[in-house]
C-alpha cells in the first residue's frame, strides 16, 4: 500500500490570545520570531468551506513560526468556527496535525466521505495558487484532526521550510 501521508508538515494549536502565546514562547521558550495575520474568507481563501458550507467573515487571528522542518500554527479564534468550538469544548492545546499528502490528496479525501459519509470539516482550495488543504475529522479513527495538503505549484513547495531553522 502506498502511503498517503508524506510529511509532517504543522501543528495545529488552539490558544485564547495569540498575542500573549507568542510573547511566551519568545520570552520563555526562545522560539520566534512569528508572523501573526488574521484569516477569514478574503483573498486567497475566498473559497474556504467549513462543514461543506461557504463561510463568510473573519475565521480566527493566527501566528506562525517555522522551526524544525515544521510549522507551529497557534490559533485565536474569532468567527463562529470550528476553532471556537473547540476553545469552548476542550479549552487551549493541540488541535490538529498537518501533513502533505501530495498525489493522494484526492484519494484521501474520497476515502474519508466513504468511511465517514462526511465532507471535510474545514477546507480551502488554491490557497495562494500553492496548495489546496482540507481538515479531516479522525478523533474516532485515530484520536486527531489530521489537515491535508496538496501542492498545486509543480516546483514550488506548498509551505517554504528551511530544516535548518
Known amino acids: 500500500m502506498k502511503p498517503a501521508f508524506k510529511q509532517l508538515l504543522q501543528i495545529g494549536i488552539i490558544v485564547k490570545d495569540v ?10 521558550f526562545g522560539m520566534g520570531p512569528w508572523e501573526v495575520s488574521v484569516m477569514s474568507n478574503q ?5 474556504l468551506k467549513i ?17 524544525f522542518g515544521m510549522e507551529f500554527e497557534l490559533i485565536q479564534p474569532i468567527g463562529d468556527t470550528p476553532y471556537k468550538k473547540w476553545l469552548e469544548e476542550h479549552g487551549p ?3 490538529h496535525i498537518a501533513v502533505v499528502t501530495e498525489d493522494a490528496y484526492d ?39 489530521v489537515e491535508c495538503y496538496r501542492n498545486i505549484a509543480p516546483g514550488r513547495p506548498a509551505l517554504d521550510y528551511d530544516p535548518q531553522k
Open 19 to 28: 498575542d500573549a502565546s507568542v510573547k511566551l514562547f519568545e520570552e520563555e
Open 107 to 145: 484519494d484521501v479525501l474520497a476515502k474519508y466521505k466513504e468511511k465517514t459519509g462526511k465532507e471535510p470539516w474545514i477546507r480551502g482550495q488554491a490557497m495562494n495558487n500553492l496548495m489546496d488543504f482540507s481538515y479531516l475529522d479522525l478523533r474516532d479513527q485515530l484520536g486527531l484532526i
Open 43 to 47: 483573498g486567497h481563501l475566498a473559497d
Open 93 to 95: 492545546g493541540i488541535h
Open 51 to 67: 462543514d461543506g458550507q461557504p463561510f463568510d467573515g473573519e475565521v480566527s487571528k493566527m501566528a506562525f513560526l517555522r522551526r
